[in-house]
């Protein structure tokens, strides 16, 4: 695989670095909702959720973690979104696992989803079908 962000992370395509490690590499997204956008990426491929592997998500969730409020504070930010996209249905624009960290301002004008509540009997039913899922 060569993708976009394997690109970003050998150096054959120009970046904005925030942070690496031997694990993870983090820059800045070149179409930013807000100023701090970041994009915190495994080094090893995997698509999204669906393949990354359990140490490839654990070492890149610890690095959200640990960036998220030194972005927030960089930028002034009044608070930060955590989002993964996977696959084209959820905003996936490029198939290598990555977490966006968004600052947020009171008023940027970024909108959250809308939600609608469930039909008489239909959470129990989706409950239901996870737990399937999962063996639970």
Do not use: C
Not at 121 to 134: D, L, T, W
């Amino acid at each position: 695989m060569n993708d976009v962000f394997e690109k970003i992370i050998k150096g054959e395509l120009p970046s904005e670095k925030v942070y690496e490690d031997e694990e993870t590499f983090a820059f800045l997204d070149i179409n930013p909702t807000n100023p701090g956008h970041t994009l915190v990426v495994p080094r090893h491929y995997s698509r999204n959720i669906h393949d990354i592997s359990e140490k490839d998500w654990i070492a890149m969730i610890k690095v959200v973690r640990a960036l998220a409020p030194a972005i927030q504070k960089a930028v002034g930010a009044d608070g930060v979104n955590i989002i993964m996209n996977n696959e084209s249905a959820a905003g996936q624009l490029v198939f290598h696992s990555h977490v966006h960290i968004v600052p947020r301002f009171n008023d940027d004008g970024f909108k959250h989803w809308k939600g609608a509540p469930y039909k008489e009997g239909e959470m129990a039913e989706v409950g239901e079908k996870i737990r399937k899922q999962v063996g639970r």
